[in-house]
């Protein structure tokens, strides 16, 4: 599975929890929140003013280093 901008922080972090530590290096505290539940990731990044291509570069790399 690959991480796309336009999933929902909630269901990544639901399937992924090895991406919580990414998440929070980048600044996106309110993963816990309710709105992380249906807000995309690609949302979040632009309430936060996070470059959301280089958080997904991110993202997959945890994915990819997981498998490994």
């Known amino acids: 599975m690959k991480i796309t901008k336009d999933m ?4 990544v972090i ?9 998440f ?16 995309s990731i690609d949302d ?3 309430a936060h003013g996070i470059n959301v291509e280089d958080l997904i570069k991110d993202l ?7 498998k490994n």
Not at 24 to 34: E, N, Q, S, W
């Open 8 to 11: 929902a922080l909630g269901e």
């Open 14 to 22: 639901g399937k992924h929890p090895e991406t919580i530590e990414i």
């Open 24 to 39: 929070l290096k980048y600044g996106l505290h309110c993963i816990g929140c309710g709105m992380a539940a249906m807000e």
């Open 44 to 46: 979040g990044a632009k």
């Open 60 to 66: 997959n790399k945890a994915l990819k280093n997981k």
